[in-house]
């Protein structure tokens, strides 16, 4: 058996306000696809050891301001699953800012408790990661947002398997979308 990790962030190399990003996880949501799955033997399958032969599902998290046009992996059969809900809570962190990064991209955040004095309204900016608060400060916040990750479905064979411990690489192509100009 192998050990499977998997997470992966890319940039275009422009230099943009709000960049974009695409990032790959495994599924390891609670109620994700790698936890139905089991075993020969009826054993739910550990999600993060995978032997060749198995199915493994994957979520590709992309900015809103970038279009995904390809997924391609390095051995197995690739299948998309479509646009899931991935819940997520952190705590950001304002260091003398107004600024902070979430780990997935959203479109809003649902619930907000800060621990110390607040720093006001937040807001998404377009890459789906940064945070703005209408106010600089020193404070941290736990959040809660929801993300919506398109899953893939990755099948590999035990009979094409290149070696006994196998890496299956995962590629995503994509590109920034134009985002629409303000005028005053």
């Not at 032997?51 to 998309?80: C, H, I, K, M």
Request: charged share 15%; with cysteine; aromatic share 8%.
């Amino acid at each position: 058996m192998a050990n499977s990790q998997l997470q992966v962030s890319f940039g275009s190399g422009q230099v943009l306000e709000y960049s974009g990003d695409v990032t790959v996880e495994m599924d390891s949501r609670p109620d994700g696809f790698n936890q139905h799955i089991l075993q020969s033997n009826g054993v739910p399958q550990n999600p993060t050891t995978h032997a060749p032969g198995d199915v493994v599902y994957f979520l590709v998290y992309a900015s809103p301001n970038v279009q995904v046009d390809e997924v391609t992996t390095s051995w197995g059969v690739l299948s998309r699953v479509g646009i899931v809900q991935s819940d997520h809570d952190e705590e950001l962190v304002f260091e003398n800012s107004s600024v902070a990064k979430l780990s997935h991209p959203t479109e809003a955040i649902d619930r907000i408790i800060w621990s110390g004095t607040g720093l006001g309204d937040l807001s998404i900016q377009a890459d789906g990661k940064s945070v703005v608060a209408t106010q600089r400060g020193m404070v941290a916040a736990h959040v809660w947002y929801r993300s919506r990750p398109t899953a893939w479905r990755l099948q590999t064979s035990a009979a094409d398997c290149p070696a006994p411990a196998a890496t299956a690489v995962v590629g995503v192509e994509w590109r920034h979308l134009p985002l629409p100009v303000v005028t005053p």
